[in-house]
């Protein structure tokens, strides 16, 4: 007999319990902070700043992107290797914020300052060349 598992769900009710998670990471949208195959360690918390990297329930699935700005119950996310921000999140689908990834056998603490400090670098940038897109708060 075969048992399939979901693991989203796994780690949904997981975190929605309490309980810290890790899972491999899939994809290469926050590269190089978070990459193909890293472990991703993620906190239950429905609570972030701007510039952290959050765990959400999107449409898409289970994403681990950034939050780059908070208006109310409502979060803007972005990958900080993709060109847009994603569709914009409603607080109660957060499930996580991701405080370290393991790469090669070593623990990496996931920073809110450099990573911030270049995203508004590359906002900054885009805005003077005229390029369309999220203008932050």
Aim: one cysteine or more.
């Amino acid at each position: 007999m075969t048992l399939k598992v979901d693991a989203a769900e796994v780690i949904i009710d997981l975190l929605q319990r309490g309980h810290a998670v890790e899972f491999r990471a899939r994809g290469d949208s926050m590269h190089p902070v978070i990459r193909e195959h890293d472990a991703l360690h993620v906190e239950p918390t429905q609570q972030c700043k701007v510039g952290d990297v959050i765990l959400a329930r999107a449409e898409r699935g289970l994403t681990a992107h950034r939050v780059l700005a908070i208006r109310g119950d409502v979060i803007i996310t972005r990958g900080d290797n993709t060109p847009a921000p994603d569709p914009p999140l409603p607080r109660p689908r957060i499930l996580g914020k991701v405080t370290w990834v393991e790469r090669d056998g070593k623990r990496l603490k996931v920073a809110r300052e450099f990573v911030l400090l270049r995203a508004l670098r590359t906002i900054l940038a885009r805005r003077k060349s005229g390029a369309a897109g999220f203008s932050p708060p």
